[in-house]
Nanobody, 115 residues
């Protein structure tokens, strides 16, 4: 079992920055990939960025150049540095951890970008 707790969300003006954190605990040695997803009201959950156990990162087009995903293995924490935020980035942001068979999710942290 893996437990994930996100933090760092909040209200920010367009053009501003936020850094999300996701603290992982439990059987973290089984995690292959960690990722950030988001879900806006009335929309499906979508991928934002991910990072493999070897540090390889990937981003969706909307996140490229503005968001940076990173992980601190010593702290068992995943981060998402977000800059140049736009109103359309407003969503609940979720941390996910994927093992070979299972995906675990955090409870989410709300990001609201005002215009």
């Amino acid at each position: 079992q893996v437990q994930l707790v996100e933090s760092g969300g909040g209200l920010v003006q367009a053009g501003g920055s936020l850094k999300l954190s996701c603290a992982a605990s439990g059987t973290i040695f089984t995690i292959n990939v960690m990722a950030w997803y988001r879900q806006a009201p009335g929309k499906e959950r979508e991928s934002v960025a991910g990072i493999d156990s070897d540090g390889t990162t990937y981003y969706t087009d909307s996140a490229k150049g503005r968001f940076t995903i990173s992980r601190d293995n010593a702290k068992n924490t995943l981060y998402l540095q977000m800059s140049s935020l736009r109103p359309e980035d407003t969503a609940m942001y979720y941390c996910a951890a994927k093992t070979g068979l299972t995906a675990y999710w955090g409870q989410g942290t709300q990001v609201t970008v005002s215009s």
